[in-house]
Nanobody, 124 residues
Framework: QVQLVESGGGLVQAGGSLRLSCAAS????????MGWFRQASGKEREFVAA????????YYADSVKGRFTISRDNAKNTVFLQINNLKPEDKAVYYC?????????????????WGQGTQVTVSS
């Protein structure tokens, strides 16, 4: 079992920045590839970004490339999502998730463990 707890969400003006964190506990964090997803009201949960267990490879949805950066600190069992130049369409609940390494990380069904989410609201 892996427990995931997100933090760092909030209300930010358009153009602003946020840094989301996801703290993991339980099984060895470095065994897992990590992803961030988001779900806007009335919409399906969608892939945002992912990072391999080693940090060697990262993946992004086209809608966030150049604005979002995923990183991880295996020594601190934490994955981060730096969000810059926030847009109103970024408003959503953001979830981190863990997948056993080697799977297709852009696919939601690859993930075994999920956090409870953190709300990001963008004011225009």
């Amino acid at each position: 079992q892996v427990q995931l707890v997100e933090s760092g969400g909030g209300l930010v003006q358009a153009g602003g920045s946020l840094r989301l964190s996801c703290a993991a506990s339980g099984r060895t964090f470095s065994w897992y590839d990590m992803g961030w997803f988001r779900q806007a009201s009335g919409k399906e949960r969608e892939f945002v970004a992912a990072i391999r267990w080693s940090g060697s490879s990262t993946y992004y949805a086209d809608s966030v490339k150049g604005r979002f950066t995923i990183s991880r600190d295996n020594a601190k069992n934490t994955v981060f999502l730096q969000i810059n130049n926030l847009k109103p369409e970024d408003k959503a609940v953001y979830y981190c998730a863990a997948a056993e390494s080697g799977r297709t990380v852009v696919v939601i069904t690859s993930y075994d463990y999920w956090g409870q989410g953190t709300q990001v609201t963008v004011s225009s």
